[in-house]
């Protein structure tokens, strides 16, 4: 896109991304390597949600470096605006739940330390950009406009619902999940809704193809996670409703995310043809 319509990141921003990205790096550990991170993070985690946060921040930090790699208003827009829901969810889900952090342990402390400011930086970035319209877009054809929104919903609902009564709808994961987990894992729903929402009002290239690749390894790596965690400790029932209810959830983000980067490169073959 020309540097008019879609102008670089200041450098502090993208040094700000770059030091996220090393904290990232540490996250997704508990999907690589669990058994070195699990002591290593600020609270008790037990296999299962190791796992599934270890595949979260793996698709978080791919994300991350797409923004560091355009350093472009797009698809840096819809990066900061899911980093912000996201981290003041995370945020608020975690001062709510003090109990959880040891504070004789530094962990607990940068743990607050970084998401504080990641909202912070986040935050007034928009802000001072919120005027700034997005770059120029595709013209989504009717489906996706049908579509779109209806998922956004979904999402939203799902992802408030995990706030506001995480037992009752955390009841359906494969695994006991509890308040804590449950509220933190809401913050997943709402970003996505929240950049959902904002690709379907105005779909920049770059933000198709960014949310695309978010969803599609957020659906399949909490699925392989779920997978791999089983294959030692034998404790799914795949049978159970609850479990293929899940399954069918992130497969559903999964396949969205799917055709939202077939969707970005036929945007991006159409371009280059032209």
Known sequence: ??????????????????????????????????????PRWPWAV?????????????????VMAALLFWNRWSPGRLVLVMAFIFTVVVS?????????????????WLWFLVYLASVAVS???????????????????PAWRSYMPVESAILGLYGVGLLLFPLTFSSIWPWPVDAFHAQVYSAIFLAGAGGISLVWRSAPREELLVLGLAQFLVGLLAILGLVITD???????????GTLC???????????????????????????AS
């Open 123 to 141: 935050g007034l970035f928009l802000w001072q950009a919120r005027d700034r319209p997005s770059a120029k877009g595709v013209t989504l054809n």
């Open 46 to 62: 037990t296999p299962f949600n190791a796992r599934f946060l270890g595949g979260f921040y793996t698709a978080e930090m791919v």
């Open 231 to 241: 294959a030692a400790v034998h404790r799914i029932d795949w049978t159970a409703t």
């Open 1 to 38: 896109m020309p540097t008019s319509n879609n102008p670089p990141f200041p450098a502090a921003l993208r040094l700000f991304s770059a030091m996220v990205i090393i904290v990232l790096i540490v996250g997704a550990g508990l999907f690589f390597a669990p058994v070195l991170v699990k």
């Open 246 to 272: 899940w399954l069918a959830l992130f497969g559903w983000i999964c396949i969205s995310g799917v055709f939202k980067l077939y969707a970005a490169s036929r945007y991006f073959s159409s371009q280059s």
């Open 92 to 108: 608020a889900a975690s001062f709510i739940n003090l109990g959880y952090f040891n504070f004789q342990r530094k962990a607990p």
